[in-house]
């Protein structure tokens, strides 16, 4: 694997599932492979489980990580062609990424959209200059419109907690929240639901619905409590409008998933890629109660990653 | 050990600064006890000595060891049950705390008090919040009321400078400073050596009496030149009021440690636990003379911190 | 090697040289060399290459690496002797270099020159006293006059693309910049060139002459054409003025290198310690096109980092 920033950078994801599911066994069967190897994660902006679970997954396989905060520790990359830097950037990318790219055998880089140009974000210019100027294998650690080992992990966790017997019903479901958030997670995750053996409904506000790449072929409905009904996953996240840019439209009373919206399901499983505003997005009751997937998910995080890792490594 | 808060999770002190100095001649014998574990160093304040002779500890015992900087690349954590976060913290320590729990063998977390509110700060609400969450073994990096690895590493220190065959005269002496201090150190540096052989006696301003709980069974005088006649060691440190709860009382003229009241002891020993601001708590001739025991408390705090860990790994 | 600040630390540049490019060829044959050493790096200033390129250099000889962002994870040094610290550092550099020479084996630091008062900076003050009282083996990873690792990573990669059969001559060339910018990288190269078997030239417009003690014995011209004329390589780099310390004279227009004046050279290598402002210092042509070595050069500061660290791992 050359890189990893979408589903479709995988052959074949329920493999690559399984490939977590192995390693979660035997995290340290392949320590060899990393030996003498570097893995650079380049943050331009905050990340915890990201952070630590990509951090561990290159350890257990054995290789050096280092962490650059470059938002903090560094300086603004400049991403213009032909940009006569005179400005506040004070780096362009071409040789930031290619310094980084000799230094590290796999790069991990993390970008959020600015939430302004819509037409910028999601041609993830960032990222994928990066990816072409490192010439290493790059893996997304979230960006503009993705967060690719977020969403493995989610399959991941459903792989592990689905009914025998049954095609699962997994329900993305929009929730309220403070401030303007990123469509990325929730892209990705119907991404992933699409090339898995599940049936995904979505369900969000008016003048929320994500991009048509996205949700082409899930089914897209603007009543939550009907999306819910008989749902064995309800995957709950946040995200501001991809029609009217970047905008939060409604304060999304209603759509909090508690305990009285779980009566709707078949007694679903509750997920939720942290971190989370507590009885705003999820009540309490849910994420103390016995059907909170929320811990597990971030466990598989690290799983993920390694997967990921693995896979790279294994082609350099 | 399945936490490290304060001098009451160690069945024997003793025996812990036999440990601690059994691997200041040893400190790479263990290497294999902490194979494919990992530590995670969580800062809510920063560090210097705390964060490195940490990191070192666990690398002399083969950990992997992983630092989050949570103030800076973090983000701020809700500790309130049943709060609505609709506000300013991001996440609940009930999920950043199992999430890291799930990531790593052992944590060591710092975070310091506000001054603000003393029942707030004193219940140590923070610390226990996340042990209780994180689930596997939290080390104190220095919390609201402590700060054991320092207090492990004095201990260590007066361990290895004492003289042959005489209880020591051990004096705690309040020092001036130009802002509020928390009374971490001094409390915990009290109550470590209440459970030694040696005879502690206290002495700060009026209004400047630490807790009772830290303070019963030790002489408190407010003279200072009257507690510091014989002392073998002067364990120098600033503190804001517990009475008045982090008020500075007083500029403390005639409190700063010099000379001149080393005059008054036995050839005391003079300790801090550093930063120190020199020539306000500390003069330079005592810190640049024969009787500072400052570095040498500084190197022991990597051994503290090993023999803590070490306990820590056997008991995994 | 006890200290590497300078060309003068080193007995000889050249055979330094040949001990970079064989870890060039061989990096992992030394890797028990620092087996249980660790290396700490200290940044008072933003760094991206020489942080990363010599935390694999530690890597590569089997050190753990610590990083320690002393600005922003710590907190601000005194280094006056004999200050009363009532203000606003934290921490003298006695203690604290002294500390991190006890948890380190070898310590590389960064400090920037403040440029505001000339015999100040070039008292390398800060280094000085950290050398002194850290009592370990450092490296300047950048001081304010010198940056010794780049200047050795330079005369590896001219060393690699010299033409064979001839003294090369090396013009190193003022370039403009939109702000204030240390003298140091240029210092430092024109130091090491004097050690290396090429002729040097240095151009720059009046007034922005460099101390002679970097200048002696080479040409400098500001005349940039006439200094250009049959160069073998380009080094282009701005700083600001000497003589009137740390002030910009000039916007320098027509001093920015590009494919017409690389037309008055002998086809030279152009050579840049980045970050470069594109189309400021140099054209996107020259650095997008086949005479560039910039990433050449910042790739040779993993082995310029080794060379040195070997050498101080060896004198343990």
């Not at 952070?51 to 470059?70: D, F, K, P």
């Not at 506040?88 to 071409?94: A, L, M, P, Y």
């Not at 974000?121 to 072409?132: A, G, H, R, T, V």
């Not at 909170?292 to 790279?312: D, F, G, I, P, W």
Request: proline share 4%; net charge negative; with cysteine.
């Amino acid at each position: 694997m050359k890189k990893y920033t979408s589903a479709y950078d995988v052959a074949d994801v329920n493999e690559l599932v399984k490939e977590a599911l192995h390693l979660k066994e035997n995290p340290y069967n392949y320590k060899s492979l990393g030996e003498n190897k570097t893995l650079g994660l380049v943050f331009l902006n905050p990340s915890l489980r990201t952070r630590l679970s990509t951090q561990i997954a290159g350890n257990n396989l054995g290789m050096n990580v280092m962490v650059m905060n470059l938002d903090k520790e560094g300086w603004a990359l400049e991403t213009q062609d032909g940009a006569i830097m005179n400005g506040t950037t004070v780096e362009h990318i071409k040789e930031a990424a290619a310094v980084m790219g000799q230094y590290c055998d796999i790069i991990g880089i993390r970008s959020f959209p600015k939430l302004q140009d819509r037409d910028e974000d999601y041609s993830e210019d960032l990222l994928n200059k990066f990816i072409s100027y490192a010439k290493v294998p790059v893996v997304s650690l979230e960006s503009a419109t993705r967060h690719p080992l977020q969403s493995l992990a989610d399959l991941v966790t459903i792989t592990e907690q689905k009914p025998a017997g049954k095609k699962p019903k997994v329900v993305l479901t929009w929730a309220p929240h403070v401030k303007s958030i990123p469509q990325c997670v929730a892209n990705s995750f119907a991404e992933w639901m699409q090339q898995a053996d599940v049936e995904l409904v979505i369900t969000n506000p008016e003048g929320y619905d994500l991009a048509d790449e996205f949700t082409k072929g899930a089914t897209v409905l603007h009543n939550q409590d009907e999306a819910l009904k008989d749902a064995d996953f309800v995957y709950v996240k946040n995200w501001s409008s991809y029609e009217q840019y970047g905008k939060v439209l409604t304060d999304g009373e209603g759509w909090m998933m508690n305990n009285e919206k779980l009566a709707l399901t078949n007694n679903a499983k509750v997920m939720h890629c942290l971190p989370v505003r507590r009885n705003v997005e999820l009540s309490d009751e849910i994420l103390d109660g016995p059907n909170s997937l929320v811990l597990e998910q971030a466990n598989n995080r690290t799983y993920a990653a390694q997967a990921v890792l693995k896979r790279m490594l294994e082609a350099l």
